[in-house]
């Protein structure tokens, strides 16, 4: 009987070869079928974790069951995944690896099925109620301790591995009950070594990163979660800049991959690049395929984020500069790195491209990248993912201008950078789609891609919402400037240039935009910072100059805001929708028109008496300059106030859906494969 069931193992294939099916694959096929293969075999559980563990297989089974059928295979999935765990404290390197495989499978396999609409739940049908806490303290307490160890690179890229799938097993992190299990036995420890470790951090910074700012997300608004309370509070320098030698790594390495995509040469001729412009006159491309580029990287950012918004000691880090931010020492002081590419691959492998050579030459600062970075996902926002991402961008830039160190640091003369911004390419300016000015402070560089969101997004289907954004970033440094009297040597005229075109665009566009949104309220937020440039720009307007050419602008651009008055004073005496927001903009316009009221007699009658019917703008300067002392303005209170940022509520739901499509991602691209023996042998070899 015995012999025949072995005969059985071999199937016919073509011709006369046989194909051999693996001896483990019918162990599955027991434990999925009801039958415990361990009964009677004391050595099964070794010999059984020394066979390469068949990940697809398991998945596959477990598939094919419905619900009710895992039900009844609670008892031998209980028993599988109670001796996975023991297994973990040995110290044979294949039954350990075998072990987390076959972990892997089991979780991902019971979360496949729709197990929350028959009643029944994943901690009952994988480990058992009963004995759950203790295999997961376990669990996580041996995981912990191969992070932290001195263990091959491979095995710790498929703990990592484990425990991202155990983090990602469900859409809502904050649905996902197996996480309670990572609350009480924490992982932080273990994470903050790997950040802390040039080796680690090179080898395994990203997954751990990506790890954190899941775990951080958990059940962040309905209970308190340790990883927020210890991040909040973390003050260890090492770790904190190895977390922003990992952010800065890797928006480099985006900003590499973009600039390569812009620098490659665009084949076809001329009569190519003419039909190309004369369909996209015709055909507009909604999702922005069109635009070159890099797929944005939600979780890094997300990251970047968390650590702004959380904590204080991390706005220090920003300041730092990053040489080969994640490049190991050249010193093989640590035995974890193999010569060879580890047997299992990083999931940074997988989710974004390899850093090139290029984004670890230079010393840079982890805000000069982030700036370019920006300036590079903020190109095209008509793409769904795109512009999420623009928007955490804007809400990550909102924290950062909101923070008087970080203020400071942004406005330091003697810190100064060459920060590359890329421009989108737009048929009415013929300049470089990089540009790279001289080296100023950052606070100029943010300045400068805030004008450029400005001046490049006006269309029909206006982003709003970025523009509040865009706008508070600009209200909030200019606050700052105010408050601590900061004069930044900037060409402010760039600002209020693309402040009156986006007023231009809202009245020319009244009818299509007034339909979507209130436009009454968008102009006001701009206004208001014209108000905030009038009443105190002489505490930070770089000289005197300055100020003059302020009023020069507004008397110049008058008509933009007579036109502006009239549509605001029209809609607020109609009783229509925006008659409060409307009747708001034309209190906020009251010092502006007094200004143009001033100077515009006074300029005609300089104009007449002079005898010109044109004048220069340094003899329209005179007049200003002589005549201010009869002016009038009125006072104007909040000017300098602004509502500090609050991720709840109103961004909750924001973040909710962004750490669910970062999960999701994870799952489409982050595969549990099937390893071979030979290289996870090969490989352990090398470190015994």
Not at 320 to 344: E, M, Q, R, Y
């Amino acid at each position: 009987m015995a012999s025949r069931q072995k005969g059985q193992l071999l199937r016919q294939s073509s011709g006369s070869k046989m194909a051999l099916r693996e001896k483990i694959l019918d162990i599955y096929d027991d434990f999925f079928q009801g039958k415990d293969p361990s009964r009677g075999n004391p050595n099964f559980w070794d010999e059984l974790f020394l066979l390469k563990a068949n990940v697809q297989y398991i998945e596959k089974l477990m598939g094919n069951k419905a619900p009710d059928q895992l039900v009844k295979l609670k008892d031998n999935i209980n028993m599988l995944f109670y001796h996975c765990v023991m297994t973990l404290k040995e110290d044979h390197p294949i039954r350990v690896v075998n072990a987390i495989q076959t972990l892997c499978a089991l979780i991902r396999g019971v979360h496949k099925r729709t197990l929350a609409d028959h009643g029944f739940d994943v901690i009952n049908i994988l480990i058992g109620f009963d004995s759950a806490e203790m295999i997961m303290q376990s669990l996580v307490e041996r995981l912990s301790l191969i992070l932290s160890g001195v263990y091959s690179v491979s095995l710790k890229n498929l703990t990592l591995r484990l425990l991202l799938v155990l983090s990602s097993a469900t859409d809502n992190v904050s649905h996902n009950t197996l996480l309670e299990y990572l609350m009480i036995n924490s992982v932080f420890e273990s994470i903050l070594q790997i950040l802390a470790n040039p080796s680690s951090r090179f080898n395994h910074g990203y997954e751990a990163v990506l790890l954190l700012t899941i775990l951080v997300n958990y059940r962040k608004y309905e209970s308190a979660n340790p990883y927020i309370v210890k991040l909040s509070i973390l003050d260890d320098e090492l770790a904190l800049n190895g977390l922003g030698c990992v952010i800065s790594q890797t928006l480099a390495d985006y900003n590499s991959q973009f600039k390569a995509t812009q620098d490659e040469p665009v084949s076809g001729g001329w009569f190519s690049a003419f039909s190309s412009i004369v369909g996209s006159m015709f055909i507009a491309d909604p999702s922005g395929a069109g635009q070159p580029g890099v797929k944005p990287d939600n979780s890094i950012l997300l990251a970047l984020y968390e650590a702004v918004h959380l904590n204080r000691n991390f706005i220090t880090v920003l300041s730092h500069n990053h040489t080969g931010a994640n490049l190991p020492s050249s010193t093989p002081t640590d035995t974890a790195v193999p010569p060879s590419p580890p047997a299992v691959p990083s999931a940074a492998q997988t989710l974004h491209q390899p850093p090139g050579p290029s984004s670890q030459e230079n010393p840079t600062n982890i805000l000069v990248t982030f700036l370019s970075y920006c300036s590079m996902v903020m190109q095209d926002v008509r793409d769904p993912a795109r512009q999420h991402n623009t928007k955490l961008c804007l809400i990550i830039l909102t924290c950062i201008a909101e923070d008087q160190y970080a203020n400071s640091f942004l406005h330091d003369a003697n810190l100064t950078f060459r920060v590359p911004l890329y421009r989108a390419p737009m048929r009415h300016r013929k300049q470089p789609a990089e540009a790279v000015n001289a080296s100023r402070p950052l606070a100029c560089a943010l300045l400068d891609l805030m004008v450029e969101f400005i001046m490049s997004h006006m269309m029909k289907n206006l982003p709003l919402e970025l523009y509040n954004k865009c706008l508070g970033v600009v209200h909030r440094i200019l606050c700052y400037q105010k408050k601590c009297r900061v004069r930044l040597q900037y060409p402010w005229k760039e600002i209020w240039t693309a402040l009156i075109s986006l007023l231009k665009y809202v009245m020319s566009n009244e009818s299509v935009l007034s339909s979507s949104f209130d436009i009454f309220e968008l102009a006001c937020k701009v206004v208001n910072l014209f108000n905030l440039f009038i009443t105190y720009g002489d505490t930070f307007l770089p000289t005197p100059s300055s100020y003059d050419e302020l009023y020069y602008e507004l008397i110049r651009m008058h008509q933009v805001f007579d036109n502006l008055y009239s549509m605001a004073l029209r809609h607020s005496t109609n009783n229509g929708d925006y008659k409060v927001t409307a009747n708001k903009l034309t209190s906020a316009l009251v010092n502006i028109r007094a200004i143009i009221n001033h100077f515009t007699p006074k300029i005609d009658s300089w104009s007449a008496a002079n005898k010109l019917s044109a004048l220069t703008e340094d003899q329209v300067l005179e007049v200003v300059r002589t005549n201010y002392d009869t002016l009038t303005l009125k006072l104007q209170d909040s000017l300098d106030q602004y509502e500090r940022y609050a991720e709840k509520p109103r961004e909750s739901a924001f973040f909710t859906q962004l750490v669910r499509s970062i999960i999701v991602e994870f799952r489409k691209n982050v595969s549990v494969t099937n390893l071979e023996q030979q290289s996870v042998l090969q490989e352990f070899s090398m470190i015994q």
